[in-house]
Each structure stands twice: as C-alpha cells, then as structure tokens.
C-alpha cells in the first residue's frame, strides 16, 4: 500500500491507497502541538481501519506544514503539489484549486498534465481560513457547521469589511446591536471571505474547472457565494475535500514507487 500524511495547522489527515489505485481508508484528527505525535496517531487509526500493518506500506510521502516533522515518511512533499496531485486524481478536468486551511488560504492553477502552473497564498493573517470562521462563529455563539445553513437563510448580507479577525468580530458585535440577523450576518462574513478568495484568483487566473479543498469546502454557504462571485461553477469532489492533500500525497507516493522499482 502507499500513504499519504498531511499535517496542518489545525487537522492532521492521513490516507492508504492499494496497489491498484483504490483508496483503502482514510482519518481525520485535531492537530496536536506536536506533528510526529499527530501524523502517528492518523497513521495508527488508518492502519487498524484498513486492518493493515505499518510494514505493508511500501512508500509513504508528508505533506502540510509540519511534513518535515514526520520521521517514518520516506520523503516530503509540499501542499501545493499534493493538493493539485489529489484534486487533478480526483477530478482530471480540474485546472484552479482553492485550498481553504486552519490558518492560510492557497489557490493553486493545474496544468493539463497535473503540475502546479501557478500559485499564490496568504498566510499573513488568519482572514479568509478556517479559523476565521471559527472565531467568528465563536462571537455569534453558533456551532461552526451550522454556520452554512444560516448563510442560505439570509435576505441580505451584511457588510463585513474588515481584514482584521479582530476587527471583524468588532463589525460583527456592531450589526447585532444594530439589529441586524444573524443569518445576514453569516452571510456577510462568507461574502468577505469570498472576495478575499477571488482577489488571490485573479492573480493566478480562473481557468475551469475550479474546485475547493480543506476543511471549509465542506461549507455550502460559503462555496455558493465563491461560485456566485467567480462566475464559474466550483465542481465538488467525489471524496471528502478535507482529505485532497494526504490523497495527492499517496498518489505521489505510488508514483514515487514505481520508478524507484523501474530504475
């Protein structure tokens, strides 16, 4: 088998392909502050899943902010190239990749042949991530995952314009006092997020088909505006999008293989 191990800021993900291609099983966990000690409880539980052993892997590859931190993978590999490996696997006519992450925001042009055409990130600030959205979750007193049903039931979204998580929150409390929905409210800090995401893809150019990985692309509220915003429809993946990265890391890792056993 061949595994692929992503360390995030926030979640670590960890994946086992066949030798046919097949994904066996994958885990998702909270991130530890340690990366070895959360890439080795992703690869234990995706181990007893697939009711394998470590000794069945033949290559494994690390990817996310703390790959190099995991001491059992056989090389690393950065998330830029993994998450534009496991969406193109995933989906061969995708050629724009937004990555939403705990605690930064990529997005990714995909050549025809699967290379990283081009890329920009913002990981100066927390706005546009996953922690974003928590934080402000956090000031509504909404669960996070609920944050996506109240955007759809908003009429008119409120306006958002800080960059500033902290300042944002301060908007936030300001239109609840002001007598303003929670849902607009919602909907008003997905639109912010949105626009955020568009300016970085217009930087890379918006070439279809666009999809969205990471944890966020698990929210509807926030990918229907993305959509709305980018003019293009954000195709969604036929697996969990949380687990693009660790997915293009095994399919790295198979890849990897093969021509080692080639040479």
Not at 78 to 97: D, F, N, Q, Y
Not at 160 to 176: G, K, M, P, R
């Amino acid at each position: 088998m061949f595994a692929g191990v992503d360390i995030g800021s926030t979640t670590g993900k960890a994946l086992l392909l066949d030798e046919e291609g097949n994904v066996v099983g994958f885990h998702i966990t909270e991130a530890t502050p340690r990366p070895e000690k959360t890439a080795r409880i992703c690869l234990d539980a995706v181990l007893e899943k697939a009711k394998a052993k470590e000794k069945d892997i033949a290559y494994m590859v690390g990817t996310g902010y703390g790959r190099v931190k995991i001491p059992f993978a056989s090389e690393n590999i950065s998330e830029i190239t993994c998450h534009a490996t496991g969406a193109k696997w995933l989906c061969p006519t995708v050629r724009t990749v937004v990555d939403i992450g705990g605690q930064d925001c990529k997005v990714i042009g995909v050549r025809d042949d699967g290379k990283v055409r081009e890329f920009v990130m913002n990981d100066k600030c927390a706005a546009g991530t996953g922690r974003f959205l928590e934080s402000q979750a956090r000031v509504l007193g909404v669960k996070i995952e609920d944050l996506s049903e109240l955007s759809k039931r908003a009429d008119t979204p409120a306006l958002i314009s800080a960059q500033c998580s902290v300042f944002a929150e301060s908007e936030i409390i300001t239109q609840l006092n002001e007598g303003n929905s929670v849902e607009n409210v919602v909907a008003g800090i997905h639109v912010a997020i949105a626009s955020r995401l568009i300016s970085l893809l217009k930087r890379v150019g918006i070439q279809e088909d666009l999809t969205v990985t990471g944890g966020c692309a698990k929210n509807d509220g926030l990918i229907r505006i993305l959509q709305e915003k980018a003019g293009v429809r954000v195709v969604h993946l036929r697996e969990d999008p949380q687990i693009v990265g660790a997915l293009g890391a095994a399919v790295l890792a198979q890849e990897k293989w093969r021509k080692k056993m080639a040479a």
